[in-house]
């Protein structure tokens, strides 16, 4: 099946967007921890929902503007299993640059550098990514891209990144919603593992590994600050994930520009406790984003509405929220 | 020639690469080491080749190492594939031999002492032998399938000239450690073949490579039949390209499905020189390795 570009930009027409560019919105800047953040939950029980309106609605309730920016939608496109759900689904991609295009952005690129996978073309090919209109003009495969160093990455004088990660003004980590077996959830946060370059660190980046997964989450966010999370929660994974779990719907779409804040609810409506994933205690003790409930504005749906359980692995039954 | 399968890929090769003489992984990107061997083994005894040696041979740094890219500071499986490209120009010089020091002294950090403490005495479980020593990505990390393979390619192609111990020694750990990693379908994953309890898959791209880097060994067999079954399987161009280069090294016939209107499977131009390597006429050979 083709999808067709309409199917992915049912909006409101231009009424919806001259509302929108008439209203003033935050710059795109991730929110200290000394106000709350705005998160927002969306509803969508499926695939072949409106995706565009919901992915417009969180990004006006979230204030960000987008007008003149160079924009990188970073999916989460790890593997190919056609019997689960390991990548960012095609349709929330599509939606999200439609979405992106619309709101004024003067560059929208798409780009995935995935973790241990040696063909990027083809990952994307079986993801079905290339049926987005015009993909291959849009796409950057993050992993042989040219690079730059930045200073300091943990204990690393420097690291080096993509050039077209660098040079974005906002980086969307278009997130999966999934347990991992590492780090507990893979969410908006650890989705930027996919800015680091496998030409310079391998596949996998083990280099990640061996500073840590919890400092390198933190780093890595730290340096891409200027982001906006949207995590595909439609149809998560549980279990033994990010790779070899299994499906669990969960219909929602999570939002905002507190990626810690963003991580924090998906772990809540996962029904595991935030506080209790390593990444996001020392996201919350170096003041990168908000972490306690009470310091995130819940907007769209309660989180109490759509929470679902996650299956843990034995090893992380502690994580469950009570 | 200029029209059939191989001439157009080296047709692209010669089009696509940099003025510095190196290529990158896609067109109008930065010089990369590793397209730049492949490009180079590609187009072996053409100028171009040429140049890419040139320039492969100025990135080398004092320790012996090179960089994956122009001045960045990151060291580690560059070496093996220049080692081998040197090898192949019979490039058996000064840099040659801080490269074959540096190779042989680069160990994966799985197998340091503590590490192989700990699990000897059963606190963790790292499913594989960690007494076999391998190659990393990097300087500091874990050894992996690829930089082993490659690793071993070039201490093959050393040791029929230079059969020194300390080469006997590192191949035959780094051949066991392959074996020791090889998943239960006989293919291969990038790492071990088992992780907190669970089987892990293999990959038509890494078996390949680790093909390459097992030549010679008589418990490759099964993996090649995989290997064979693999090929018309796999989506993957880079798996295909891979996959034939080793299916050939193994001695099997591989069928022939090129044709001049076959374009490249993919705007890498990675993918465009392992093609052009893979083909009948292509210069796979230059990966052959004789047992060590």
Not at chain 1, 24 to 32: D, F, M, P, V
Not at chain 2, 157 to 163: E, N, Q, R, V
């Amino acid at each position: 099946m083709k999808i067709k570009r309409r199917d992915f930009f049912p909006l409101a027409g231009a009424g919806l967007l001259a509302g929108y560019a008439g209203w003033e919105g935050a710059r795109s800047r991730r929110n200290s921890s000394a106000s709350p953040s705005p998160v927002v939950v969306l509803k969508a029980s499926s695939y072949s929902d409106d995706l565009a309106q919901r992915i417009l609605q969180g990004v006006r309730e979230c204030g960000l503007d987008v007008r003149g920016q160079k924009v990188l939608l970073k999916p989460n496109l790890v593997e190919f299993d056609p019997n689960t759900c390991i990548n960012t689904d095609v349709s929330v991609v599509a939606a999200a640059y439609e979405v992106f295009r619309a709101l004024g952005a003067a560059e929208v690129m798409i780009g995935e550098g995935p973790g241990h996978r040696r063909d990027t073309y083809s990952l994307v090919e079986m993801a079905r990514y290339r049926e987005i209109s015009k993909f291959d003009d849009l796409f950057v495969d993050l992993n042989r891209d040219d690079v730059s160093p930045v200073e300091k990455f943990a204990d690393r004088a420097e690291m080096y990144f993509p050039n077209t990660a660098l040079r974005a003004d906002l980086v969307v980590s278009l997130a999966k919603m999934k347990t991992h077996h590492w780090a507990g959830a893979t969410l908006a946060m650890k989705n930027f593992f996919g800015l680091v370059p496998g030409s310079v660190y391998g596949w996998p980046k083990n280099e990640l590994h061996h500073i840590g997964i919890p400092e390198s989450i933190v780093e890595l966010n730290r340096i891409f600050r200027r982001s906006f999370g949207i995590v595909d929660g439609i149809v998560g994974m549980e279990g033994n994930g990010p790779i070899q779990g299994t499906p669990k719907p969960a219909g929602v779409l999570v939002m905002g520009s507190d990626l810690a804040a963003v991580d924090a609810t998906c772990c809540r409506i996962m029904g595991i406790d935030p506080a209790k994933i390593e990444y996001l205690r020392m996201a919350a003790d170096g003041e990168l984003g908000n972490v306690e409930e009470s310091r995130i504005e819940q907007r769209g749906e309660k989180v109490s509405e759509v929470r679902t359980n996650f299956a843990l692995i034995d090893s992380f039954r502690g994580l469950r929220l009570s | 020639m200029a029209d059939s399968y191989l001439g157009v890929r080296l047709d692209i090769l010669r089009r696509s690469q940099n003025p510095d003489g190196g290529w990158s992984y896609y067109n109008g990107k930065q010089s990369w080491l590793e397209p730049t061997f492949y490009g180079a083994l590609a187009l072996h005894g053409d100028p171009a080749a040429d140049r890419a040696w040139s320039l492969v041979k100025s990135w080398q740094r004092p320790d012996g190492s090179w960089p994956p890219t122009a001045g960045a500071s990151v060291s580690g499986w560059g070496a093996a594939l220049c080692l081998t490209l040197a090898r192949v120009r019979g490039e058996v010089d000064g840099t040659y031999l801080k490269g074959l020091a540096y190779l042989l002294k680069t160990v994966g950090t799985e197998s340091e002492i503590w590490r192989r403490a700990l699990a000897k005495f059963g606190l963790v479980d790292p499913g594989r032998n960690l007494s076999l020593k391998g190659w990393p990505w990097n300087q500091g990390t874990s050894s992996w399938v690829e930089p082993t393979a490659h690793s071993l390619i070039a201490l093959k192609k050393t040791f029929a000239l230079l059969p020194a111990p300390e080469l006997t020694e590192r191949i035959r750990s780094g051949e066991a450690l392959l074996l020791d990693v090889r998943c239960k379908d006989g293919g291969w994953n990038y790492g071990s073949a088992w992780a907190l309890g669970e089987d892990q898959r293999s990959y038509p791209e890494t078996t390949a490579l680790a093909l390459l880097g097992l030549q010679g060994r008589p418990e490759a067999g099964s993996s090649v039949d995989l290997a064979k079954r693999w090929l018309p399987e796999t989506p993957s161009s880079l798996a295909r390209a891979w996959i034939t280069i080793a299916l050939r090294l193994h001695g099997v016939t591989v069928p022939d499905t090129t044709s001049p209107s076959k374009g490249p499977g993919s705007p890498d131009l990675m993918v465009v020189a392992l093609e052009a390597l893979g083909s009948p006429d292509g210069n796979y050979g230059f990966l052959k390795t004789e047992k060590a």
